[in-house]
């Protein structure tokens, strides 16, 4: 049982490149997320998918793209990355069951991204 | 979403128990209260949720009073490998699905 697995673990572009980071996790649960830290500035939410086929912006999206390719997988992609997105990036999943009250996210290692 | 104040960092030494507290006066009744855990270089991991009164797992303590304006997480005896970032979410069933975990409490356990 890997839980949330991440790919890559470390990526340098360039201004302008595009990329997807990928993500998977085999907990069956409905609901991911992807989320940017940087320092000083805690984790902020980009995207997120409450189940599959549906998703939804989170507090940053501008400059993201997400697909919810089935239940398993999450991916992110950077049409056009820029220096601002030089950041560490987490996926995180959750039950998010029917009828429940309150939920808990399960977080992959993160991709280390680096934008020149 | 309620917002959270908790201490941007402390320091403990190791075999002390320590209590870091979370306020969150605008509290909803639906609202449960979660602590996660962030080593370096990894995702948070979860440590402990709460609705009320006191919680308590291999991990860690839970402490939320009456009101439920503040909750407070208790460590008991650190060691070094409980350096770590600690952060503090309030909220339902929905409102998880557009959290943001904030700067967090950074513990330093000193020798």
């Known amino acids: 049982n890997a839980g949330v697995t991440q790919t890559p673990k470390f990526q340098v572009l360039k201004t302008g490149q595009s990329m997807t980071l990928q993500c998977a996790q085999d907990m069956n649960h409905n609901s991911m997320y992807w989320y940017r830290q940087d320092p000083g500035m805690g984790l902020r939410l980009i995207y997120y998918s409450a189940s599959e086929g549906t998703t939804d912006k989170g507090e940053v999206p501008n400059g993201y793209n997400v697909s919810r390719l089935n239940k398993r997988e999450f991916s992110l992609r950077l049409e056009s990355a820029a220096p601002s997105q030089t950041s560490v990036y987490f996926c995180?999943?959750?039950?998010?069951?029917?009828?429940?009250?309150?939920?808990?996210?399960?977080f992959g290692p993160g991709t280390r991204l680096t934008v020149l | 979403l309620a917002k959270t104040t908790q201490p941007i960092s402390m320091d403990s030494y190791e075999g002390q128990e320590v209590n870091i507290t979370c306020s969150h006066n605008n509290i909803a009744t639906n609202d449960y209260i979660t602590w996660y855990q962030q080593f370096p270089s990894q995702g948070p991991r979860f440590i402990i949720q709460?609705?009320?009164t006191k919680v308590t797992n291999e991990v860690a303590s839970l402490f939320i009073p009456a009101d439920r304006k503040s909750s407070t997480l208790s460590l008991p005896r650190v060691s070094l490998s409980d350096t770590a970032v600690y952060y503090c979410l309030v909220g339902d069933i929905e409102s998880y699905q557009k959290v943001t975990f904030g700067i967090g409490t950074k513990l330093q356990v000193i020798p």
């Open positions: 709460g609705y009320k």
């Open positions: 995180a999943s959750s039950v998010s069951p029917l009828a429940a009250r309150t939920d808990t996210q399960y």
